[in-house]
């Protein structure tokens, strides 16, 4: 999904009449608004594209990776990394707005997203199909750990007539403990 979101519009504005222009993350609109005077915001977006295309395929090179792990913690660094994106690109893509309006007076729009009589204005598409992504890496995180994670349960203790030995990592472990010294695992069997 998150892939998918590349080649879809990020940002746009839409006008009376059907003007839409719309910013995806390797293109800008391909028509300029002449009230707007859209080729600053176009440069403004250009500019921080490739940020967001490189912390796109890094949290998806992340999530890949961490459904695979035995451990939840790389798709949490996943979906971290995609509330860090999707954070990034609403500053970005504010401050790129408010930038473009204080130095062109009659744009009419502010911040990343509203209307006016004229026009409405925010993320689009590519943005909210990202979001989507964060919100299945939730998901994965909660089948992880409760189909992936289970076989992970704590192992019993091993006891003979020397004394009681921890079953994760072999550690002789004194008669009272309740957990290992050496790695920490639980000595009450389950």
């Known amino acids: 999904m998150a892939l998918v979101s590349l080649g879809l519009p990020w940002w746009g504005v839409n006008g009376l009449g059907g003007t839409s222009l719309q910013w995806s993350l390797f293109s800008t609109p391909s028509q300029v608004d002449t009230e707007l005077g859209t080729t600053t915001l176009s440069r403004a977006f250009s500019q ?60 009419g729009i502010s911040g990343p997203f509203g209307s006016t009589p004229l ?23 909660v089948y992880h750990r409760t189909f992936i994670q289970s076989g992970l349960k704590a192992k019993p203790i091993m006891a003979n007539a020397q004394g009681k030995f921890c079953m994760n990592c072999g550690k002789e472990l004194p008669s009272k403990a309740k957990f290992c010294a050496e790695c920490g695992q639980s000595t009450q069997v389950q």
């Open 119 to 141: 026009y409405s204005w925010g993320f689009q598409t590519g943005y909210y199909l990202f979001l989507g992504a964060a919100i299945v890496l939730i998901g994965a995180m």
């Open 48 to 107: 921080i594209d490739p940020l967001v295309i490189g912390l796109v395929i890094l949290t998806t090179v992340i999530a890949f990776v961490g459904s695979f792990a035995k451990r939840d913690d790389i798709l949490l660094g996943g979906f971290r990394n995609s509330l860090f994106t999707s954070l990034i690109y609403v500053i970005i893509a504010a401050t790129a707005v408010t930038a473009f309006c204080q130095s062109n007076p009659s744009c």
